[in-house]
């Protein structure tokens, strides 16, 4: 999203689950890299999936969530990249991982990738 765009509802799902000026996101800029069927003119910073850390109740976990206002909430193959990341994040912290999947489910033209 630009910093001129209305907060997400990932973003706001988010926040309202975790302790307040906790969330840190990670990979907020990431876009798909894919062509297909006219993709490449569709992109929204983050690609749709809200990724990061944050605290609640004063424990630290791991979080994301889908934009189902950007093309339904699809996976993308940027999406599994940023979840991994997420994962990996959180098994060397020993941290568990919360996903809020509001999705249509996956960008089937990405399965080439």
């Known amino acids: 999203m630009t ?10 799902r988010i926040y309202q689950l975790v302790d307040p000026g906790s969330f840190a996101e990670i990979d907020a800029l ?3 890299d894919c062509i297909h069927f006219g993709a490449d003119r569709r992109r929204v910073s983050g690609d749709g999936l809200v990724v990061g850390h944050a605290r609640i109740d004063g424990r630290p976990v791991g979080i994301y969530a889908h934009d189902a206002a950007f093309l339904g909430g699809s996976s993308s193959r940027m999406h599994a990249l940023k979840i991994t990341k997420i994962l990996d994040l959180a098994l060397k912290a020993g941290m568990p991982v919360l996903g809020l ?3 249509s489910g996956i960008r089937i ?3 080439v990738d």
């Open 3 to 12: 910093d001129a765009s209305p907060i997400s509802n990932s973003m706001q």
């Open 101 to 103: 999947n509001d999705s």
């Open 109 to 111: 033209h990405e399965g």
């Open 30 to 32: 990431v876009e798909h």
